[in-house]
C-alpha cells in the first residue's frame, strides 16, 4: 500500500489502545529490554504514534498451582516495575485520570492486567493485593481450569465455580474489570447472571466469520453490546479465518464489518495479543504497523470518527465509566 504525504502526517498524529498484549512474559521469559528489541512490541516501535495506551497482561502457565502460578506473577510485575524506573515516559495507570494525565503529558499509558485467575492463588486477600498493586484486568481463565472457572478447552466445563462468583463480586466492588477471553461459553452465561457491570472480552473475535472456539457467538456479542461491554480484536490468524495460512488484514475487516452489522459499533476495540501468538496476519508484523489497519479501514470508507472509536475512543470510553 502506499501512502501519500496526509496518510504519513496522520500516522504521526495517531492515536492507538490495545487492551491485549504478552509482551511483559517475553521480557521476562528471553531476558529483553523494553525499549529496543525484535518483539512485536517495543517503546521505540510506538514512537511513531501521538499517544499510546496498551494493557499489559501478566500470563501465568495453566501447568503452574497455588503459591508457585502467584509468585510467577510477582516476578513479572517485578519487571514492570525496574522498566518503569528506566523509562519515565511509562505511566502505570490505576484509573482514568491517570490515563487522562499520561495523554497529555507525551507518557505511554500502562494497565496491568492478569491473564488467568489462578494467579490468585484461589484467595480473595491476593486478589485485593493485586488490586493494590494497579491490577484493573483479570482474564478468568486461560484455556484451562482454575479456581474461579473452566477455561474453553475444558471438556464438559461446569462453567463458574462458588469461588468464581466469590471473586467476581470482589472484582466488581475492588474496580476490577472481569476479561471473558479464554473462559468457557457455559462460564460467559454464567457471568450475565451473576455480574452487574460490564465486562470485556480483550482479545476475541467473531465465531460467525471464524468458527474458532476461542471467538464469540453472535448471542454473546449481542449480551455484551447490551451490557455495555468491550471487545477486543484479536490478530491472531487461527482466530481471524479458517484459513489461518491466508489471513490478512482484510479479515479483521470482516470481523469489524460482521461486528458492525450486530451493533456494536461503540464496543469495538483493539485487543491485538502482539507477542503472545506464534503468527500475525500478512501485512502486520507489530505494534508499529498498526497504521496499516487504520488506512485499510479508511480505504473503505469507513469515518475517521469510527476508526478512531476502534482504536482508541471507544476504550476510553469504557474506561471512564470502569475507573
Avoid at 489471513?247 to 485487543?271: K, P, V, Y
Wanted: charged content about 30%.
Amino acid at each position: 500500500m502506499l501512502f501519500t504525504q496526509s496518510d504519513k502526517n496522520r500516522r504521526c498524529t495517531m492515536k492507538i489502545a490495545d487492551m491485549h498484549c504478552d509482551t511483559l512474559t517475553e521480557l521476562k521469559d528471553k531476558n529483553k529490554d523494553f525499549f529496543k528489541n525484535d518483539l512485536h512490541i517495543s517503546l521505540e516501535k510506538v514512537q511513531k504514534y501521538s499517544f499510546y495506551c496498551q494493557v499489559m497482561a501478566v500470563w501465568t502457565s495453566d501447568e503452574l498451582k497455588g503459591i508457585e502460578r502467584y509468585n510467577n506473577f510477582i516476578e513479572k510485575y517485578e519487571l514492570l516495575q525496574k522498566e518503569l524506573e528506566k523509562n519515565k515516559k511509562l505511566k502505570l495507570c490505576f484509573n482514568y485520570k491517570d490515563y487522562c494525565y499520561a495523554k497529555h503529558n507525551n507518557r505511554t499509558a500502562l494497565f496491568l492486567a492478569i491473564e488467568g485467575a489462578g494467579a490468585i492463588d484461589g484467595c480473595l486477600d491476593k486478589l485485593d493485593y493485586v488490586y493494590k498493586l494497579g491490577v484493573r484486568f483479570i482474564t478468568l481463565t486461560w484455556n484451562a481450569s482454575n479456581e474461579l472457572a473452566d477455561g474453553v478447552l475444558v471438556k464438559n466445563p461446569k462453567g463458574l465455580y462458588d469461588f468464581g462468583k466469590l471473586a467476581l463480586q470482589r472484582m466488581e466492588q475492588l474496580g476490577i474489570v472481569a476479561d471473558v477471553s479464554h473462559l468457557s461459553e457455559k462460564g460467559f452465561w454464567d457471568i450475565i447472571e451473576c455480574t452487574q457491570k460490564p465486562f470485556a472480552a480483550t482479545h476475541s473475535n467473531a465465531k460467525a466469520i471464524c468458527s474458532h472456539k476461542r471467538n464469540l457467538t453472535d448471542k454473546q456479542l449481542i449480551e455484551m453490546k447490551n451490557r455495555d461491554c468491550i471487545i477486543g480484536l484479536n490478530l491472531y490468524p487461527l482466530f481471524l479465518s479458517n484459513d489461518e495460512s491466508k489471513a490478512s488484514i482484510d479479515d479483521i475487516l470482516r470481523h469489524t464489518e460482521h461486528m458492525l452489522s450486530l451493533g456494536l459499533e461503540n464496543n469495538i476495540a483493539l485487543g491485538c495479543d502482539f507477542d503472545g501468538v506464534s503468527s500475525l496476519p500478512k501485512g502486520i508484523c507489530g505494534i508499529d504497523d498498526m497504521d496499516k489497519l487504520y488506512e485499510a479501514y479508511l480505504k473503505i470508507n469507513y469515518p475517521q470518527t469510527l476508526v478512531d472509536k476502534i482504536f482508541i475512543k471507544n476504550f476510553e470510553s469504557f474506561i471512564e465509566k470502569q475507573f
